[in-house]
């Protein structure tokens, strides 16, 4: 069914003038039928249709313009009319683009084009084929102006001016809808996107607070209560699948006298690279090294058995060794040394945490007492 019906209303006496106008209703109807369609093929045939339909207006406001200046129409009138139509296509692409954004396209759209075309053709085009005809019976072009200024059918005219103003008015007011709901949508993606990146801000931000919290400020390694965790967390995987569990309790021989010596900034920069002689010692992701308490290290070593616990604590005593940091106050060599208890065992089902915290101290204890700068391996069942 035609949206727009075609009737005698709206013959203008201008042959070509009204075959153009009947060809653009006959595409007007169209397209408002395309805009109802729910197929696949909605999109294309829309598209087609209304480049069509704006290419045809295009040529038939060419072609009417040309009409105004061969046949001498006052150019108050010629103005006024080339106004419109530019008014017309800006409009047309304006609401066509913003159609998304518009809570109910088709019937914004379709009420768009009835109203433009009705005024239009009702309104100024029989304006301008009676100035026409008055000029071709030799009226002066001023003077047709005039004529219909003053008024044909004063009422219908006045009429048709009033809802032409409100035809502006509308149509502008869908435009500024439709600009200001385009404007809602780019303000919620740069919301979105703002959001989106004070997440990613936080999430960094929580990551560097958590590794801050399990981190030794001076050593740069992890800290008594991360130590802790995962001792927990290693004793209780060890527990379940009954395979070993290693640990290293290291001591800086010495370490008060070699502050009373060189100072406690010096003494820092001594446990910075007693650290790092540690950690190189360890040669796999999974094991920790950790602080434990003043000049006291750790290193937890999980899936590891006696003879692997031996094995890093050999390279750590010689690791520490090799650094050749100067100790003047130490009892056992002209540089700093460490001693080293390890132990390793499967830990039993209670207190398995005690259990192997205390076997790596008896070793470390008995490593201090046998002259330091040495490492001791716990005995089964310390």
């Known amino acids: 069914m035609d949206t ?5 209303n709206f013959v203008t006496g201008l042959p070509e003038v009204d075959e153009q106008h009947h060809a653009l209703v006959d595409l007007f109807n169209e397209l408002s039928r395309s805009l109802f369609l729910s197929d696949a093929s909605r999109e ?12 045809y207006t295009q040529y038939h406001f060419r072609d009417e313009e040309a009409l105004m200046q061969a046949q001498g129409v006052d150019e108050r009138h010629v103005a006024a009319h080339r106004s419109l139509h530019h008014q017309f296509v800006a409009q047309v692409n304006s609401m ?4 998304a954004h518009m809570a109910d396209p088709a019937e914004t759209f379709v009420g768009f084009l009835t109203s433009w075309l009705g005024l239009h053709i ?19 072009a001023a003077q047709a102006f005039d004529q219909e200024t003053l008024g044909h059918d004063n009422g219908t005219q006045a009429l048709l001016k009033m809802i032409g103003k409100l035809y502006h008015v509308l149509s502008a007011q869908n435009t500024e809808l439709a600009q200001a709901n385009l404007r809602l949508e780019e303000r919620v993606a740069q919301r979105t996107r703002e959001l989106a990146r004070a997440n990613d801000d936080l999430q960094q931000a929580n990551t560097r607070l958590e590794a801050f919290s399990r981190t030794d400020g001076l050593l740069q390694i992890a800290n008594r209560a991360y130590f802790n965790d995962r001792l ?9 699948r009954q395979t070993p569990l290693g640990l290293l309790m290291i001591d800086v021989d010495f ?55 031996a094995a890093v604590a050999q390279r750590v005593v010689a690791g520490v060794a090799a650094l050749a940091l100067e100790h003047r106050a130490s009892d056992v060599a002209p540089h700093v040394t460490v001693s080293v208890g390890a132990a390793s065992q499967v830990p ?19 490593a201090k007492g046998a002259g330091r700068n040495r490492w001791v391996l716990a005995d089964v069942g310390e």
């Open 44 to 55: 294309v045939v829309l598209n087609d249709t209304f480049d069509r339909l704006v290419a």
């Open 96 to 99: 066509w683009s913003q159609r």
């Open 4 to 8: 727009f019906v075609w009737d005698q």
């Open 232 to 240: 927990a967390q290693a004793c209780a995987a060890a527990v379940r």
């Open 348 to 366: 039993p089902e209670a207190d398995a945490v005690s259990a192997l915290v205390s076997s790596a101290d008896a070793a470390l204890y008995r």
């Open 255 to 309: 370490f008060k006298r070699y502050n009373d010596s060189y100072g406690h900034q010096a003494g820092d920069v001594c446990l910075q690279a007693v650290a790092r002689a540690v950690q190189q010692a360890t040669q796999r992701t999974t094991d920790l090294v950790a602080r434990y308490g003043g000049e006291e290290l750790a290193v937890i070593l999980p899936d590891t058995d006696a003879q692997g616990a």
């Open 122 to 140: 009702l309104g100024i085009d029989q304006s301008l084929a009676r100035q026409i005809a008055l000029i071709r019976q030799g009226v002066p």
